[in-house]
């Protein structure tokens, strides 16, 4: 079975076949730099970060450009959320921008989520967009009013075919913010004429201004990407109009087909509603990682499939917590038994288990990236692997490495489970050696019969975290 | 005292007095982004980022500004950088970009290097870049030859009087690269018409290019900065051409002054030689990194003025991070006293210890910021401190916190050399209860007369870099 992706364009799951065999070009829109990224980016950009793991583990090359809104996103009341942001913080605009660009690749990189191949500023790209929208306007599908340019819907026949929307419903249903320049109140901007206090300003041939958000995406995507790209993701309610407009920009003036595969996430809600500021439950990475291991929030989001919607709750998060742990033990008992197993061959019954293991994943992976029926794969896996452990029988070198192999394929590459360092976490490299000094200690007192002194040392070890078990061969440890 | 500056420009310390009081602008010249960082950049952002901490230190609002050049930078062969290490790594060259970029902050950051407030990256100032040049042609002192643009340096009656260069001096002395369709040997480009193999091209009013070099730093400066601005900073080899085509940019086109102070660091030498790929003395960070702690590589750069160069050796490091280990053990026998000191005011004895040792300190880097003479202060305070702690009196809470207090200024905020997380690596959080518990359980071990367990035990300790020391009130222990 190979990989299918639901296409939201198409509206089905279809098998994927990239433009070029082999290689994927993949587009995710970016966050808007004006303030520190929340929980929701969080379970955007994980899940996007697991199409482009497991594509590289089916072996494609892939190139990922996630872009980064840095002027032009504009709120309902019509004030630039950058200009917002650097109002608020007395900063110059690009000094925000440098600072929650830098905030937010620090959270994602707690998120173990891997950075894009390219993440183009959309300041950086302003001469490609003058150029896009002077071509939007040559073939007719766009027109200046008034120092500013805006995109002509009715120009373009297919303009809704993303999200379903007509444009007679769009008229009346969506609140649209009409401008009396605009043709249409659908019309969106492409060119904004700068207000005398809009600090980030450009020349263009209709005067100064600065770009709509919807023109950098589509400009950046196809300067990377080519035309027709494989993948445009992202979040669910940019589907209108923010996609719907940038396949406009693109198709109306090329003439091509824009995206191969459409992908868009599901929101993330708190208890039932959606994160607002307004609603108090607007929750940044920062705050959530004080209170959750970064890996746990990225395992809890896993557990739920990209598509949908996932409510966040603390009894969620600590469930996920104790299910990422099973996970982790299994794991670490097979690499405590590394060093001191027996070398020799790895037997056929584990080789099966583990086989069949990695089908289940796989099928579970390519049947939409279902990440919550990879991990039940996973739990599957990893019963079978302690049941292994238990028996005691050909519990080889070998064959521990080829668990441990596995689980760090499954687990680690393609999920991102197993962050670097974590070992170290789990086992600190003085810590083990100190460990191993008041086990020899212990059993020094005991051998003076002094066992309530060896008892409290054994009791506050297992407070910290650390279990001692006794055996005829001597005293070993686990971390819990 | 307050705060002189050697200025390159006036070839001599003057006065420090910002354009705007209070303020400072700041730019200095940021890395080609097409290779990893080596220990030249090492020294050069590690000499710059103690001019930004001190004046911060100062109690100026600093704004810095440090660009990445991601396009134009052109060897002598006529080939650009960027291209070549695109072409070399089989890569976008935005992603060879994107990659080099992120490794460059990585290892600055691992040399505690604060961030730049804003980080400019060429290709996102084309527009900007773009008008700048038309102007220089409309006043006089650009022509355009053949789809390139270049400067008239015979145009600029000042040009040479950062580097001393006279322009016949130039004309015989300098290895330029000739173009017949240039006026002038010594002029040079500022837009060049990109031949058909060169992927990174925008359009501009003479045809597809790119820019040249020394274009984007005048640019970026005067965008981010105003006109004039406070301090341009750069190593010395970037005196002439690159800052002397900076100024003349700017200051032929705009008649005002550019830069008040002109900052040059002195470069780095391996055994006495310039570091060059082909001499196989060529150092990256990264590797430097694998065999010194970045803090050694921090402090032994700092051992040295700025402005001279500095010859790396083995032994150099070494007896740095000596020098760095005796200073940090100061601070370490000061914070582990702090809980168990009794409360109680600092005596005056102490106050004046603290008071001149922040004197020295701040006069040496008040003169020209001399970083030696500075560390050669806080060593003094470290002996004194010593001195202090070992007579035993009033060594109480607050007086034990105001040292803390004033080394962490000193070392910390100033020079850089307390990193976040250094208290960690010290006495790891679990390591300490560890720690504990074999201090209980060797007491206990010498209850039961069973001293050469117990005696085992603090070897064992010893050599993990734990020492004990009993004292009638029980056993306490540092870590070397």
Redesign the interface.
């Known amino acids: 079975m190979s990989l299918e992706i639901y296409n939201s364009l198409a509206r089905q799951k279809e098998p994927f076949e990239p433009v070029e065999p082999g290689r994927v070009h993949m587009y995710v829109c970016g966050p808007t730099v004006y303030n520190d990224a929340h929980l929701g980016h969080g379970k955007t950009y994980i899940n996007f970060d697991i199409i482009f793991r497991y594509l590289r583990y089916l072996g494609f090359k892939v ?1 990922y450009v996630q872009n980064i809104t840095d002027v032009g996103h504009i709120l309902d009341t019509g004030e630039d959320r950058i200009l917002l942001g650097a109002a608020r913080e007395q900063m ?1 605009p ?2 925000l921008v ?1 600072t929650y660009t ?1 905030r937010y690749f620090r959270d994602m990189d707690r998120l173990n989520i891997l ?7 959309a ?5 490609e967009m ?2 896009w929208i002077a071509n939007l306007i040559k073939t007719g599908h766009a027109y200046e009013a008034n120092g500013s340019v805006y995109f002509d819907v009715g120009s373009y026949a297919e303009y809704g075919k993303l999200s379903g929307r007509r444009l007679e419903q769009a008229q009346s249903g969506t609140r649209v913010q009409i401008a009396e320049e605009k043709r249409r109140p659908e019309d969106f901007a492409l060119w904004k004429k700068a207000e005398p206090e809009h600090i980030m300003r ?2 263009s041939p209709w005067g100064e201004g600065f770009p709509g958000w919807h023109i950098e995406c589509t400009v950046m995507s196809v300067k ?1 990407l080519g035309l027709p790209f494989d993948i445009h993701g992202g979040g669910v309610e940019n589907k209108f109009p923010h996609h719907e407009c940038e396949i406009a920009q693109a198709e109306a003036v090329t003439g091509n087909s824009f995206v191969k595969y459409w992908v868009h996430n599901g929101m993330l809600m708190i208890r039932g509603e959606e994160m607002h500021k307004s609603l108090g439950n607007f929750i940044t990475l920062e705050e959530a990682f004080e209170r959750w291991d970064p890996m746990v929030i990225r395992f809890f989001v896993l557990q739920s499939h990209y598509r949908g919607p996932l409510d966040m709750s603390e009894e969620a998060l600590d469930g996920a917590a104790r299910g990422l742990q099973r996970l982790r033990s299994t794991l670490r008992a097979v690499r405590r038994r590394i060093q001191s197993a027996p070398p020799g061959e790895s037997p056929a019954e584990l080789t099966t288990l583990l086989e069949s293991g990695r089908e289940a994943f796989e099928a579970s992976m390519n049947d939409d990236f279902n990440t919550p029926n990879a991990i039940a794969a996973l739990f599957e896996l990893s019963r079978g692997i302690n049941a292994w452990l238990d028996q005691g029988q050909g519990i080889t070198q070998e064959a521990l490495e080829a668990v441990d192999s596995l689980l760090e394929r499954l687990m680690g590459e393609v999920l991102g489970l197993l962050p670097e360092g974590l070992e170290d976490e789990m086992e ?1 490299g ?2 083990r ?3 191993e ?2 086990i ?3 059993s ?2 005991r ?2 019969r ?1 066992f309530e ?1 060896a008892d ?2 054994r009791d ?2 297992a407070e ?1 975290g650390v279990q001692l078990q006794d055996s005829p061969e001597g005293t070993t440890w686990t971390m819990a």
Chains 1, 2 share one sequence.
Do not use: K, V
């Open positions: 190139r110059h690009m000094e440098e830098r950075r894009p191949d390219i993440s183009p500023r300041t950086g790209h302003i001469p003058l150029e450009w020349n990377y600190p003085l810590g050696e100190l460990i000094l008041l020899q200690a212990r020094a007192l051998e003076q002094a002194a409290a040392i506050q070890l910290l």
